[in-house]
Nanobody, 117 residues
Framework: QVQLVESGGGSVQPGGSLRLSCVVS????????????MTWYRQAPGKGREMVAH????????IYSDFVKGRFTISRDNGLSTVYLQMNSLKTEDTAMYFC??????WGAGTQVTVSS
């Protein structure tokens, strides 16, 4: 069973920054963190869940949704089984619950990000 725990959310003013972390633990036959792609999603109140950023197992290949390109950076530390989301130049529309995901395997419980003046 694989578990994900997100942290780093909070309340910031527009233009501020936050760094989210997602620690992955557990054991699953045929799966290892270092060989797994990872994805950050978010869900704002009253809206569906949307992909924010995706990173391949090598840490070099990444994909971003248009609404975060140039502002957010996804990275990973395979030695720590952790994936990060550095969020800069935050906007009020970035307010959402942010979730970490192992594709096809598990979700975290999420961490709340609120951007407000």
């Amino acid at each position: 069973q694989v578990q994900l725990v997100e942290s780093g959310g909070g309340s910031v003013q527009p233009g501020g920054s936050l760094r989210l972390s997602c620690v992955v633990s557990g054991v699953l036959s045929g799966w290892t963190f270092s060989n797994s792609p990872m994805t950050w999603y978010r869900q704002a109140p009253g809206k569906g869940r949307e992909m924010v950023a995706h990173i391949m197992s090598d840490g070099e290949n990444t994909i971003y949704s248009d609404f975060v390109k140039g502002r957010f950076t996804i990275s990973r530390d395979n030695g720590l089984s952790t994936v990060y989301l550095q969020m800069n130049s935050l906007k009020t529309e970035d307010t959402a619950m942010y979730f970490c995901n192992v594709p096809g395997i598990a979700w975290g419980a999420g961490t709340q990000v609120t951007v407000s003046s």
